[in-house]
């Protein structure tokens, strides 16, 4: 009998052969949402560097943004940064993308280490893990800084289920309510919300704000993908969660329904990246 995760593999494999037959050419794909070395609570079987970046290829993913587990709990960002620039150089899948923990002291000095001496893209922002709201002042400090240093934002609403969190260690989805009003002065603000269900009043809100994206770790539903696509046109980032999450499951839900045509396909899974990228 196949286990859960065999059924997984062996339905994206039969879901990248028929997007690529959809799309009549080898798809590009960028996995926006990854993340590199051990989850704090569990093992994780795709954990290690080397086996992570095994799977990308047999998934025929193109390149994958890594931020770092270990941003959850470390107070040594700058470290934590700098084991991450070290992975992603020999593994040229991966594109680091760097921490940023705004209520630390030297938090702007790891924000420009990001930009001037990492030369990284983005950074990624864990609110929840630690401790302060999308109506932090220091997140719209952060949020200007990271603009100026021509860095795009990413923020993970939620990282693991409720269900499974440690008991002494809970930490609840991210209210993003006030990102409006934080982004309402920073006009040229690159932001992509991660693991994010979307429901009725968080696609309200995402109607306020045009140039937010969002990614499909945590979408739901056979059609889920697809409707958010159409929703939303170029704002949706293909994303697995992994190693968190089993990367199989996100290309399988992107393809299940069998709605996406060819040129929304190739927006999802590596169009709308790059332009967010290039911005």
Not at 3 to 27: E, I, K
Not at 87 to 106: D, E, H, K, M, Y
Not at 134 to 139: N, S, T, Y
Not at 197 to 218: F, M, N, V
Request: proline share 8%.
């Amino acid at each position: 009998m196949m286990t859960r995760r065999q059924l997984l593999q062996a339905g994206a494999v039969a879901a990248l052969a028929a997007n690529a037959h959809a799309a009549d050419a080898p798809l590009k794909i960028i996995d926006t949402n990854l993340s590199l070395f051990r989850w704090p609570f569990r093992r994780l079987p795709l954990d290690d560097a080397d086996a992570l970046v095994k799977k990308m290829r047999a998934l025929g993913i193109t390149q994958g943004w890594a931020g770092s587990f270990e941003a959850i709990l470390h107070r040594d960002i700058s470290s934590v940064n700098q084991r991450l620039a070290d992975a992603c150089a020999t593994r040229p899948l991966l594109r680091p993308i760097g921490a940023v923990n705004p209520t630390l002291p030297g938090w702007r000095a790891d924000l420009r280490q990001c930009a001037e001496r990492f030369k990284m893209a983005g950074i990624r922002l864990h609110p929840s893990y630690h401790d302060y709201t999308l109506a932090d002042p220091r997140f719209s400090e952060l949020l200007r800084l990271a603009t100026k240093a021509k860095l795009f934002v990413q923020i993970a609403a939620a990282m693991e289920d409720p269900r499974t969190q440690h008991p002494r260690l809970r930490a609840p989805d991210v209210d993003l309510a006030p990102l409006p009003k934080a982004l309402r002065d920073i006009v040229d603000a690159r932001v992509q919300i991660l693991n994010l269900r979307p429901r009725g009043a968080h696609l309200e809100l995402l109607g306020k704000i045009p140039s937010l994206r969002l990614d499909t770790a945590r979408v739901e539903s056979t059609d889920g993908v697809p409707a958010l696509c159409k929703r939303l046109p170029g704002r949706v980032l293909f994303g697995t969660h992994a190693p968190l999450l089993i990367p199989e499951a996100a290309l399988i839900r992107t393809h299940e329904s069998a709605q996406l045509d060819g040129p929304t396909l190739r927006a999802l899974l590596a169009g709308n990246a790059t332009t967010f990228l290039t911005a």
